[in-house]
């Protein structure tokens, strides 16, 4: 009895057909590939972490700009927090960053996965189907680059 196909479509136009034992045979061999997981894991790190570097990059904007908006319409508070902030000594201002980056990073971590969950799911690493699609290509010689789809195709459905 025949077996089922899988049909490769590439930018959504069918470039070939592969039996479906060979294409399961493909994805088994790439899921048993450790170094796709590390890969998949530091992407996902890179996702996530990408968002808090940039929040925490926004502070010194922050409170510059709060600097500012105080120097317009308060300037006498804000004559105050400089001299405060001169007043005080080395270990009162440095624990004063660290409490600020303390507070910062989780919710720069909480705006990362935040993205992660409701952003674009296309932008999700998939090393997995990367490499499948570049297996599957090279076992049909096709050179174009894009979105390569797979259907697979009971036997008895081909007609």
């Known amino acids: 009895m025949p077996a089922s196909i899988a049909r490769i479509y590439v930018n959504d136009i069918e470039v070939g057909t592969l039996p479906a034992d060979q294409y399961e045979w493909i994805v088994n061999r790439v899921r048993a590939q450790k170094r796709l997981y590390l890969l998949w894991l530091g992407s996902m790190l890179k996702l996530i972490l990408r968002p808090v570097l940039r929040y925490i990059s926004w502070i010194p904007g922050i409170i510059a700009g709060m600097f ?5 319409l308060q300037p006498g508070e804000l004559a105050l927090i400089i001299d405060e902030i001169r007043a005080a000594d080395s270990m009162a201002i440095v624990e004063g ?28 690493p998939d090393p997995f189907g990367d490499e499948i699609s570049r297996w599957v290509r090279s076992e049909l010689e096709v050179p174009t680059e894009g979105r390569v789809t797979v259907q697979l195709v009971p036997h008895d459905a081909r007609a």
Do not use: E, K
């Open 97 to 124: 960053l660290r409490m600020l980056v303390t507070f910062t990073i989780p919710v720069g971590i909480f705006y990362g996965i935040v993205r992660v969950i409701f952003g674009n799911p296309d932008r999700l």
């Open 68 to 72: 500012l908006v105080m120097a317009v």
